[in-house]
Nanobody
Framework: QVHLVESGGGMVQAGGSLRLSCAAS?????????MGWFRQAPGKEREFVAD????????YYADSVKGRFTISRDNAKNTVYLQMNSLKPEDTAVYYC???????????WGQGSQVTVSS
């Protein structure tokens, strides 16, 4: 089983920044996995935020966060990061770390980390 643990969430004012971290562990975890982030705002469905392939050579961002968020990974530490800048109140959500071995289905999910952006 692969376990994903997020950290770094909190509350900031609009325009501020936060960096989320996600540490992966487990016997079956591999640095070949694509890792990424989803989020779920109150009253809304979970939505894709960003992901990154093993090598870091391919990244993808939701339109709502392009230019403001940056995803990166440190394979030696089995950790993925989400740097969030110029935060907006609409970014308020629980952010979930995710991982997949391939394809489009995310196999593993973290417990979530709350990010709150005040106006």
């Amino acid at each position: 089983q692969v376990h994903l643990v997020e950290s770094g969430g909190g509350m900031v004012q609009a325009g501020g920044s936060l960096r989320l971290s996600c540490a992966a562990s487990g016997r079956t975890f591999s640095s070949y996995y694509t890792m990424g982030w989803f989020r779920q705002a109150p009253g809304k469905e979970r939505e894709f935020v960003a992901d990154i392939t093993r090598s870091g050579g391919s990244t993808y961002y939701a339109d709502s966060v392009k230019g403001r968020f940056t995803i990166s990974r440190d394979n030696a530490k089995n950790t993925v990061y989400l740097q969030m800048n110029s935060l907006k109140p609409e970014d308020t959500a629980v952010y979930y770390c995710v991982a997949r071995s391939g394809g489009s289905t995310y196999d593993y999910w973290g417990q979530g980390s709350q990010v709150t952006v005040s106006s």
